[in-house]
Each structure stands twice: as structure tokens, then as C-alpha cells.
């Protein structure tokens, strides 16, 4: 097993239905706009929308599953299955946070080979 946390599997596949430029396209699109879909999640939290908390996890959880980004797909998963957090606790979209950030270096480095 690796420490990577893309699973490279799940990412040569996509790779190899897409084409290498289509998904480098599909990452960089969803590394523009997976910090979108953060803000949202808090937003809804800090707005005590439940659905809608569930509704950005589960985009993120969904974007992450389809590249192998399996760290930040499963938090994603904790999040939009666990309950709202209590206002101002950003603790599970901070987490978030830090796993995109590291699944975005290692999908950039994916694709700038």
C-alpha cells in the first residue's frame, strides 16, 4: 500500500478513458473549484443548512471518488453523512481544507508529467 493520496489506479483509469489532456482538464477544473465548494460547505454550516452542507460534501466527496483523491473523498463522506456542526466550528471544513490541498499537489503532479 502507498502513503499517496491518490490512488493511482482509480487515476490511470480515468486517464485512459479520457485521454491525458482531458483529464488534466478535469483536474484543473475541479481544483478551481473544489475551493468553491468549501465555501459553501461553510456557508451552509454557518447558515444552519443542513441539506446544503450535505449537498457541497457530497459534490466534493463525488469530484474527489473520480480522481482517486481518497483521503479527501472519504472526510467529504464523514462530513455529508455526519450532523451540521455546531455554529462556528469549522473544524471538519478546515480538515477538508488540508486534505485538498495535499490531493492538489499530488493531482498537479499527476498531470504535469
Do not use: Q
Not at 4 to 33: R, W
Request: glycine residues 6%; without cysteine; proline residues 3%.
Amino acid at each position: 500500500m502507498t502513503d499517496s493520496p491518490i490512488d493511482h489506479e482509480i487515476f490511470m483509469e480515468l486517464k485512459d478513458a479520457t485521454g491525458e489532456d482531458f483529464a488534466a482538464e478535469l483536474v484543473n477544473t475541479f481544483l478551481d473549484e473544489a475551493p468553491g465548494m468549501i465555501d459553501e460547505l461553510k456557508a451552509a454550516a454557518g447558515a444552519a443548512d443542513a441539506d446544503r452542507y450535505r449537498r457541497a460534501a457530497h459534490s466534493i466527496k463525488s469530484n474527489a471518488n473520480t480522481f482517486g483523491a481518497i483521503a479527501l473523498a472519504e472526510r467529504a463522506r464523514k462530513i455529508e453523512l455526519g450532523d451540521l456542526p455546531e455554529a462556528g466550528d469549522l473544524t471538519d471544513a478546515t480538515a477538508l481544507e488540508t486534505d485538498l490541498t495535499i490531493a492538489a499537489a499530488a493531482l498537479r503532479s499527476l498531470i504535469d508529467v
